[in-house]
């Protein structure tokens, strides 16, 4: 429908821009058309109660000179012209800027600019508060007059690296850290001290760092079951892997000349794909999840127009754990000719495992016809280093659109596969060597450790009365929540015993992602007592939060979104303070 009026719109201020150009022309045109229906006939059929004004209006155009005709249609042509920018040629929906405009008005009153005022302070000070530098020997703000010895380089790297409680090494963490193996770490340490100085900008200097770019990139399309032309490139994580990719799909649009093409995904969908649409001019159509937190398939062919240029699945999701339904989707990429992205950033080095770990899953790789690009985080279940991760897309062509390159600077011929330049070689080398150390079958027994945690885990929260586990996790995440009980006080509590947990909202969780780190720890019989423990404090403190998570339970709240973005300014700000 808003396709449809946009197009009436252009129609109308073109016919009006033209006529003002030719008003004679256009004029005779359309009274002959009238003339051809027959005005008193065709008005009384179809719109009688319109059939006085029109002629009235007929014959006072008709009596107009031609310098007026000029200026009356092109001054209609602009007004129109400029009416279908305002509704449709912007970024942001006609919705999201009439939301914006209102809750600007509102808060911008006086009296509740005021309130709004001190409860943004109140939430400013927890937050920088979290943040406050401890255990630390000295700040340092300017670069020392002479340099320091290695000795004390490693006395203060020393200090720096005991500041928080360490509860990660001992399983307490959620995500984060995905192993903990003193042996593997040395020998990626070993590795890294080799290729320290390497860049993979300069293939001809560092042919070694070249051919295991490659080798990391082919293991994993092997991985996802690519066959000869599916191929790849490594970036420096999961959001540059799903920036590229949207910017592969942008071009397509751009090629089809859509100014704002559409990116379709879950609510549930990382934010990545929002970030790439800010860095990249696109939109985002975001679908509500079905009630199993999977994207809503009906939901998404309901999103999709002429301007979509990718669908987006996850294999899981970050919040929820949860694998959408990849083949349907991949079927509405084939029905309406539309790429299809698999973020499988998360699970990259489960997912392929799971069937050979005793745990099938529905296809979500190349094999599904249909699906035009995956991403697989290496950093994560890969076990390698941090800065490193892959997107792979179906063919060359595809591939291509992400590529940037300058055949006119004065430097040379400048080109780069991704957004950086300049990379660490010695990222990409422990990449690799992770993945050759850990080699197929210790994957895939990694994956069947790992996935048997979250089970014993989710089968004694289900137990829980007071809590609930969101949809039916397959893979690593579990999402905990409540619907008699505060869950981010419950959140707060395990806090205070350690625990580093992710905080959801809408609706309102907490989840634990399951890693290498919480194998043969104990962790399910730890982690549920000190559940159910703060379970019972919280009964006991009646709904008060108090703690970092209490910022959640309040933002949920907060119907403008903007004010929630200035204490996450707040946030950003303070990781870089000393």
Same mark, same amino acid.
């Given at each position: 429908?808003?396709?449809?009026?946009?197009?009436?719109?252009?129609?109308?201020?073109?016919?009006?821009?033209?006529? !003002?150009?030719?008003?004679?022309?256009?004029?005779?045109?359309?009274?002959?058309?009238?003339?051809?229906?027959?005005?008193?006939?065709?008005?009384?059929?179809?719109?009688?109660?319109?059939?006085?004004?029109?002629?009235?209006?007929?014959? $006072?155009?008709?009596?107009?000179?031609?310098?007026?005709?000029?200026?009356?249609?092109?001054?209609?042509?602009?007004?129109?012209?400029?009416?279908?920018?305002?509704?449709?040629?912007?970024?942001?929906?006609?919705?999201?800027?009439?939301?914006?405009?209102?809750?600007?008005?509102?808060?911008?009153?006086?009296?509740?600019?005021?309130?709004?005022?001190?409860?943004?302070?109140?939430?400013?000070?927890?937050?920088?508060?979290?943040?406050?530098?401890?255990?630390?020997?000295?700040?340092?703000?300017?670069?020392?007059?002479?340099?320091?010895?290695?000795?004390?380089?490693?006395?203060?790297?020393?200090?720096?690296?005991?500041?928080?409680?360490?509860?990660?090494?001992?399983?307490?963490?959620?995500?984060?850290?995905?192993?903990?193996?003193?042996? @593997?770490?040395?020998?990626?340490?070993?590795?890294?001290?080799?290729?320290?100085?390497?860049?993979?900008?300069?293939?001809?200097?560092?042919?070694?760092?070249?051919?295991?770019?490659?080798?990391?990139?082919?293991?994993?399309?092997?991985?996802?079951?690519?066959?000869?032309?599916?191929?790849?490139?490594?970036?420096?994580?999961?959001?540059?892997?799903?920036?590229?990719?949207?910017?592969? +799909?942008?071009?397509?649009?751009?090629?089809?000349?859509?100014?704002?093409?559409?990116?379709?995904?879950?609510?549930?969908? @990382?934010?990545?794909?929002?970030?790439?649409?800010?860095?990249?001019?696109?939109?985002?159509?975001?679908?509500?999840?079905?009630?199993?937190?999977?994207?809503?398939?009906?939901?998404?062919?309901? !999103?999709?127009?002429? +301007?979509?240029?990718?669908?987006?699945?996850?294999?899981?999701? +970050?919040?929820?754990? /949860?694998?959408?339904?990849?083949?349907?989707?991949?079927?509405?990429?084939?029905?309406?000719?539309?790429?299809?992205?698999?973020?499988?950033? $998360?699970?990259?080095?489960?997912?392929?495992?799971?069937?050979?770990?005793?745990?099938?899953?529905?296809?979500?790789?190349?094999?599904?016809?249909?699906?035009?690009?995956?991403?697989?985080?290496?950093?994560?279940?890969?076990?390698?280093?941090?800065?490193?991760?892959?997107?792979?897309?179906?063919?060359?062509?595809?591939?291509?659109?992400? +590529?940037?390159?300058?055949?006119?600077?004065?430097?040379?011929?400048?080109?780069?596969?991704?957004?950086?330049?300049?990379?660490?070689? !010695?990222?990409?080398?422990?990449?690799?060597?992770?993945?050759?150390?850990?080699?197929?079958?210790?994957?895939?027994?990694?994956?069947?450790?790992?996935?048997?945690?979250?089970?014993?885990?989710?089968?004694?929260?289900?137990?829980?009365?007071?809590?609930?586990?969101?949809?039916?996790?397959?893979?690593?995440?579990?999402?905990?929540?409540?619907?008699?009980?505060?869950?981010?006080?419950?959140?707060?509590? $395990?806090?205070?015993?350690?625990?580093?947990?992710?905080?959801?909202?809408?609706?309102?969780?907490?989840?634990?992602?399951?890693?290498?780190?919480?194998?043969?720890?104990? /962790?399910?019989?730890?982690?549920?007592?000190?559940?159910?423990?703060?379970?019972?404090? !919280?009964?006991?403190?009646?709904? /008060?939060?108090?703690?970092?998570?209490? /910022?959640?339970?309040?933002?949920?709240?907060?119907?403008?979104?903007?004010?929630?973005?200035?204490?996450?300014?707040?946030?950003?700000?303070?990781?870089?303070?000393?």
């Amino acid at each position: 429908v808003m396709l449809r009026i946009k197009t009436l719109l252009s129609f109308l201020s073109l016919f009006g821009l033209a006529f !003002a150009i030719s008003p004679h022309f256009w004029w005779g045109l359309s009274a002959g058309i009238l003339s051809f229906f027959n005005p008193n006939t065709f008005f009384d059929k179809y719109f009688p109660f319109l059939r006085d004004e029109a002629l009235h209006l007929y014959n $006072l155009l008709s009596e107009l000179p031609s310098w007026r005709l000029l200026l009356l249609f092109s001054t209609i042509g602009y007004l129109l012209h400029a009416l279908s920018i305002f509704l449709f040629e912007t970024r942001l929906t006609l919705k999201e800027r009439l939301v914006q405009t209102f809750f600007y008005c509102i808060r911008n009153a006086p009296f509740i600019k005021s309130y709004i005022k001190v409860e943004m302070d109140k939430a400013k000070v927890i937050v920088e508060e979290a943040f406050e530098s401890t255990n630390c020997p000295r700040k340092n703000r300017t670069l020392p007059k002479i340099g320091l010895s290695r000795e004390e380089i490693l006395t203060e790297s020393e200090a720096h690296a005991k500041m928080g409680d360490g509860n990660w090494r001992k399983g307490q963490v959620s995500g984060a850290v995905y192993i903990y193996n003193p042996d @593997h770490k040395k020998v990626l340490e070993e590795v890294y001290s080799k290729f320290a100085e390497t860049n993979p900008l300069h293939p001809d200097v560092f042919p070694g760092v070249r051919k295991m770019d490659a080798e990391i990139v082919s293991m994993c399309l092997n991985m996802y079951h690519g066959f000869d032309e599916e191929c790849g490139v490594t970036t420096s994580g999961g959001t540059e892997s799903i920036l590229m990719a949207m910017k592969a +799909y942008r071009e397509i649009g751009y090629a089809k000349s859509i100014k704002y093409p559409e990116i379709v995904i879950a609510t549930s969908a @990382h934010s990545a794909f929002m970030k790439a649409a800010n860095y990249f001019g696109m939109r985002v159509v975001r679908v509500k999840v079905d009630k199993n937190y999977a994207l809503d398939f009906k939901g998404f062919e309901k !999103a999709i127009n002429s +301007y979509t240029v990718v669908l987006v699945a996850s294999a899981p999701s +970050y919040p929820h754990g /949860i694998i959408d339904p990849v083949g349907e989707v991949a079927k509405l990429g084939l029905k309406y000719d539309i790429g299809v992205h698999v973020d499988c950033c $998360l699970g990259g080095f489960l997912i392929p495992f799971m069937e050979e770990a005793g745990y099938p899953i529905p296809m979500v790789d190349f094999r599904v016809d249909g699906v035009t690009s995956i991403s697989c985080d290496t950093h994560k279940y890969g076990y390698g280093p941090k800065g490193c991760s892959v997107i792979m897309y179906k063919n060359a062509k595809l591939r291509k659109n992400q +590529y940037f390159i300058d055949t006119d600077w004065s430097g040379g011929i400048y080109a780069s596969p991704a957004i950086a330049g300049s990379r660490s070689g !010695a990222v990409l080398a422990c990449t690799w060597a992770a993945m050759m150390h850990v080699g197929r079958e210790g994957y895939i027994e990694k994956t069947r450790e790992i996935i048997s945690v979250r089970k014993e885990v989710e089968k004694e929260v289900l137990k829980i009365p007071e809590l609930i586990v969101y949809g039916n996790p397959t893979v690593s995440v579990l999402a905990i929540g409540s619907k008699t009980l505060n869950i981010f006080n419950i959140s707060d509590l $395990l806090t205070k015993k350690g625990w580093h947990l992710n905080v959801l909202q809408f609706p309102g969780a907490f989840h634990i992602c399951f890693t290498a780190v919480h194998v043969g720890r104990n /962790i399910p019989e730890l982690f549920i007592n000190d559940l159910k423990q703060c379970i019972e404090a !919280a009964q006991d403190t009646n709904g /008060i939060v108090n703690g970092t998570s209490s /910022i959640y339970g309040t933002t949920m709240q907060i119907p403008d979104r903007s004010l929630v973005g200035e204490v996450t300014t707040t946030y950003l700000n303070s990781l870089y303070k000393i």
